[in-house]
């Protein structure tokens, strides 16, 4: 799985239902000031009279190309008055090289004590995902949120649906018992392993490899058993 420079160009916002991420209402701020100061974009809003008294930015990096515009994140921890950590935020943002500004494309504010995962972009043959990853406290493993970019926004995946199709991979009167992993698979890789069993008994595994579709995760290989048996779509 590679990191990708992504054709399609970012024309509008987010467009993202869920809980704790929201679009950054096309704030625009200067992109020499993104590394080194906070940034009062989406529900991010620090100082006199706001909920939160300050922030420090703890994080940055590059994202992804996309056509012409490239991807940043920021990581911040938003302050009470005694300049602790009440809450975390992460902030994707989207700069045309060489210009002045950035525009914020994904804001998420978490509980304090939140690990973030790097945004990354990941994908092949033309097809891309953005993945956010978040550790929120009390939380053995990082929730993600897969992402693609289509019609002006960011759309969430199905990530789920390739789990019906995948008995007709398999041999004839088998059945894979897939783990919890298969519910948030490893951007880094898209493969996971299953146990494979006929009539209750075990009888082998699956090592299942997915491939990044149009909106969807999608089987690309399942290999099983001890004779590299392999079923592709």
């Not at 390739?162 to 009167?173: E, M, R, T, V």
């Not at 698979?185 to 595994?205: C, E, H, I, Y």
């Amino acid at each position: 799985m590679k990191v990708l420079r992504i054709a399609a160009g970012l024309a509008a916002l987010v467009a993202l239902q869920p809980v704790g991420v929201r679009a950054g209402q096309g704030e625009v701020v200067k992109f020499d000031d993104l590394f080194h100061d906070c940034q009062q974009v989406g529900a991010i809003r620090f100082g006199a009279g706001e909920r939160w008294a300050s922030c420090r930015v703890l994080h940055h990096g590059f994202v992804a190309t996309i056509g012409i515009e490239d991807l940043y994140y920021t990581e911040y921890c938003l302050q009470d008055a005694r300049k602790q950590c009440a809450a975390k935020a992460l902030v994707v943002y989207r700069n045309r090289a060489k210009y002045p500004d950035a525009v914020a494309e994904i804001v998420r504010v978490d509980p304090r004590g939140t690990r973030y995962d790097m945004p990354m972009m990941v994908g092949e043959d033309g097809a891309d995902m953005m993945v956010l990853g978040a550790r929120k406290p009390g939380e053995r493993v990082a929730q993600r949120r897969y992402l693609q970019y289509h019609a002006g926004a960011w759309h969430e995946m199905d990530i789920h649906s390739w789990q019906g199709g995948l008995k007709q991979h398999l041999p004839a009167g088998t059945e894979a018992r897939l783990p919890a992993a298969a519910n948030a698979p490893d951007p880094q890789t898209l493969a996971l392993s299953a146990p494979l069993f006929r009539a209750g008994k075990r009888v082998g595994s699956a090592e299942i490899a997915l491939k990044v579709g149009d909106g969807q995760l999608a089987i690309a290989a399942v290999r099983w058993g001890e004779q590299e048996n392999e079923s592709r779509r």
